[in-house]
């Protein structure tokens, strides 16, 4: 019994299979709220096999990258005012994306929707499938012109977002919208201690993967075409990590020296972290609330032969983990709506409320004012975030720099990020896509020595 059930589990899944867990995995974020990351991990048990679970993943990225649009052809093609269950509405989308951007032959899709309907266990509803789709194909080119004429549809993003970058970038915001719906590239991250740039481009093409060095982040290395880790070389060796290139730039402004002691606040799962160590002999405290995603770090520092103190907690509940010896850098990698990531993180769309803002902007301030106490005169605070919302970014910096005034803004070196960066008072704005890299917020603050003024923080 037990041979067989190896047997079954090793077999490659159908393409039924496939679109039925496509649609219970796109499901479980509409319908339930989850992370795409927690609902494909939740269907790990059902797909053994590397090729179909990258067929999975693909399948569900795609489909919650252009959701909004996929919705909208639902309610178009649908009764009106009628919606099906949520499976079955999570296979349409599914199927909807097959037809409208993949190669494969339409008619085959749709009886291959048609049986993932049973394979869901709804029989009824493969009629409402079949009818569905096929409508879709002889109705594809009224259907397309009204989605561009319907901006949420038009732009794969809801309304209430779509609107907020509109109005923090009038400039760029439809590059930013575009940029969101593309795929992401796939940046490493060479561990010098291990090898050199140089090196690890030699290794890769020894491996026949191309690869490019970054004109930003000295240890970043673009690859041509992403593959799955186990395809680099050194990588359970710790030579390399994935990491965006625009991540890897904290490193470089919180430049950390030997013997420093450093505080990563929100610290999971911890690339930044272990950048850090990569760069220079520290004293490292990562804290972070998600015992779970800190395995995650435990297993990176594991990999990468790095130590570090870790703690679970609250970081701006310090009195409960400080051990009241200051830090002379402090990395504050905020909560934040993650609106710079999108391309990442295609269920950011979808999860994501306008109401959000506000409470991750008191939050961003409660752990500035909590863990700013903790930095030692003289020392440096970089506060980051993964967003392009000015109410997370610009003015969380501002409102903190009018009330704290042992705060100074550090100036961002010059000639430092992409071309045409954004840089202002409190900081410097990276937008998704530009140079290749993800929509990332630095700013840099330092303390001022005890008598030393605004105008002459060094005094």
């Not at 009886?111 to 409402?128: I, K, M, N, S």
């Not at 740039?197 to 075409?225: H, I, K, M």
């Not at 705060?407 to 008072?425: D, L, W, Y």
Request: proline share 6%; net charge neutral; aromatic share 6%.
């Amino acid at each position: 019994m037990a041979q067989k059930n190896a047997s079954t589990k090793s077999a490659r899944l159908s393409t039924s299979a496939l679109l039925a867990s496509a649609a219970n995995t796109v499901t479980a974020v509409i319908a339930k709220g989850q992370s795409l990351d927690d609902a494909l991990e939740s269907m790990a048990s059902t797909v053994s096999e590397a090729e179909d679970a990258a067929a999975l993943q693909a399948l569900s990225y795609g489909t919650l990258r252009w959701y909004t649009r996929l919705d909208y052809w639902q309610t178009q093609l649908l009764e009106r005012g009628t919606r099906p269950k949520p499976r079955i509405g999570g296979l349409l989308a599914v199927a909807l994306h097959q037809l409208a951007f993949s190669n494969h032959p339409p008619h085959a899709i749709v009886d291959q929707a048609v049986d993932a309907a049973r394979e869901l266990g709804e029989p009824r509803a493969a009629g409402l499938v079949n009818a569905i789709l096929r409508r879709f194909l002889r109705e594809r080119e009224r259907l397309g012109a009204a989605a561009e004429e319907f901006p949420p549809a038009r732009f794969a993003h809801p309304a209430w977002l779509m609107e907020r970058i509109r109005h923090d970038w009038p400039d760029h915001w439809r590059k930013i919208l575009e940029a969101n719906n593309q795929a992401p590239p796939m940046w490493l991250r060479v561990n010098r201690r291990r090898t050199s740039p140089a090196e690890y481009l030699a290794a890769l093409a020894s491996e026949s993967l191309n690869a490019t060095r970054s004109e930003l982040a000295p240890d970043a290395l673009l690859l041509e075409t992403p593959v799955p880790v186990t395809r680099l070389p050194g990588f359970e060796s710790g030579a390399v990590s994935v990491q965006d290139a625009g991540a890897q730039l904290a490193a470089q402004l919180l430049a950390v020296g030997d013997r420093m002691r450093v505080l990563d606040a929100c610290a999971a799962p911890g690339g930044k972290a272990c950048h850090l160590l990569e760069q220079a002999d520290v004293e490292l405290v990562a804290v972070d609330r998600s015992a779970e995603r800190l395995e995650a770090l435990r297993e990176n520092l594991r990999r990468l032969q790095l130590a570090a103190s870790v703690i679970v907690g609250d970081a701006a509940d310090t009195a409960r983990w400080w051990d009241s010896r200051p830090f002379e850098r402090i990395l504050l990698d905020a909560p934040c709506t993650a609106t710079g990531v999108i391309r990442r993180h295609p269920d950011v769309k979808l999860l994501r409320r306008a109401s959000d803002i506000d409470s991750l902007r008191r939050e961003q301030l409660r752990l500035l004012g909590a863990l700013w106490p903790l930095l030692a005169p003289g020392g440096r605070l970089l506060y980051v975030t993964c967003s392009v919302l000015r109410a997370e970014n610009d003015e969380v910096v501002e409102a903190f720099l009018t009330g704290e005034p042992s705060a100074n803004s550090v100036p961002i070196p010059e000639g430092f990020g992409p071309a045409g960066v954004r840089v202002n008072q409190a900081g410097i704005q990276f937008l998704p896509g530009e140079a290749g890299l993800d929509g990332f917020y630095y700013a840099c603050l330092e303390k001022r020595h005890s008598g030393a003024s605004a105008g002459n923080p060094s005094a």
